[in-house]
């Protein structure tokens, strides 16, 4: 693939990127804002609780700002980033990881994207609402976070060396199980030896957190599932369009 598909293929993610950035505002602002403000309330009325109904402090920004230029701010500006990183991906899988079409390609890597930065970072250090967590752990939990994302793409990406590796000797199949079975067991070593935080008072209702977290994984899937599509069929239409390098050319005409 030329430097020109290359930059054409990462526009098109970066566009894919703000799309499916904008489907997943949809979604957080109509399934995960209304749990939000649920947890903002039970915080403000256990601090009016603590201060005996003192005064309330001056907010910096407006929640209707937060929920909405700051929300759309946070969704597009990550989609414009992911979505040029995963299309860079896209670029380089195609024809690297089995006889995969730019489609397919652009389904796999979102679907591994969503799986390795979120899901299993999720399942040790899920995404908590406000009036939830230790204000003094904020910095270790999301240090371990990033740390988990960091190991889980890592391993994500010896899984696949691993598993083209071990194919000759195994086949496809056994290879694909082998080299996903070391992964699964790796990172339930980190699970068992990375801290874990359990900040959630008694007090607090955990159908309000389980909906919470839930909006936050459907975020998420919203995002990468639309760039999935959108994006595969962005990268099919240009790559179909592109002249072959191997195409025979026309013959030069004689006399």
């Not at 799309?19 to 957080?28: P, S, Y």
């Not at 890592?154 to 590796?165: H, P």
């Not at 068992?192 to 459907?218: I, N, Q, Y």
Request: aromatic fraction near 10%.
């Amino acid at each position: 693939m030329n430097s020109i598909s290359v930059r054409a293929l990462l526009v098109r993610g970066m566009i894919a990127g703000v799309i499916a950035g904008a489907l997943a505002l949809a979604v957080a602002y109509f399934l995960g804002e209304s749990q939000v403000d649920a947890a903002i309330a039970l915080e403000e009325a256990a601090g009016h609780a603590a201060h005996g109904g003192g005064g309330e402090e001056e907010e910096l920004v407006s929640r209707t700002m937060q929920a909405t230029g700051g929300l759309a701010t946070a969704l597009l500006v990550f989609g414009v980033a992911a979505g040029g990183i995963a299309s860079l991906v896209v670029a380089y899988a195609l024809g690297r990881i089995g006889g995969f079409g730019p489609r397919a390609t652009a389904a796999l890597i979102a679907g591994a994207a969503l799986l390795t930065v979120y899901v299993v970072p999720f399942l040790k250090y899920p995404a908590n609402p406000p009036a939830v967590g230790n204000p003094d752990t904020i910095g270790k939990r999301t240090t371990l976070f990033f740390l988990m994302v960091a190991l889980s793409l890592l391993l994500a990406v010896a899984t696949v060396i691993i598993g083209k590796r071990l194919a000759p000797a195994l086949g496809n199949w056994n290879a694909a199980i082998a080299a996903a079975a070391g992964f699964v067991v790796v990172i339930g070593l980190a699970y068992a030896f990375l801290p874990s935080f359990d900040e959630v008072g008694e007090d607090f209702p955990a159908s309000l957190l389980w909906k919470f977290r839930l909006s936050t994984l459907a975020v998420q899937t919203t995002f990468w599932t639309g760039f999935g599509l959108i994006f595969g069929y962005l990268a099919e239409r240009l790559l179909a369009s592109a002249p072959r390098a191997d195409a025979p050319r026309p013959a030069a005409p004689v006399g």
